[in-house]
């Protein structure tokens, strides 16, 4: 069984910071990358971040030069540090990992930015 546990979120007010984590663990075969997604629609998850192994990262548009992945292979984890937050930022992050023929989703963890 496979289980992907995120923590870190919170509240924060606008142009702070939080990071959030991420830990895989159980039974599979090698993960090729990880990253974070956030929901902003009922039915749409948005690109947030990802990283591979090799350590390709991919950010999405609006979070591009704020947020920062990173990766610590060793204990399949996956780190989002995020900086100057805005209110849109506001949403439930859920980290994705994928080997290559399966992927795998957390619970996901509330970020909310307000003042």
């Known amino acids: 069984q496979v289980q992907v546990v995120e923590s870190g979120g919170g509240f924060v007010q606008p142009g702070g910071s939080l990071r959030l984590s991420c830990a895989a663990s159980?039974?599979?075969?090698?993960?090729?990358?990880m990253g974070w997604y956030r929901q902003i629609s009922v039915n749409e998850r948005e690109l947030v971040a990802t990283i591979t192994n090799e350590g390709r990262t991919n950010y999405g548009l609006s979070v591009k030069g704020r947020f920062t992945i990173s990766r610590a292979n060793a204990n399949n984890t996956v780190y989002l540090q995020m900086n100057s937050l805005k209110p849109e930022d506001t949403a439930v992050y859920y980290c994705?990992?994928?080997?290559?023929?399966?992927?795998?989703w957390g619970q996901g963890t509330q970020v909310t930015v307000s003042s």
């Open positions: 159980g039974r599979f075969f090698s993960i090729e990358g």
């Open positions: 994705h990992l994928w080997t290559n023929n399966e992927d795998y």
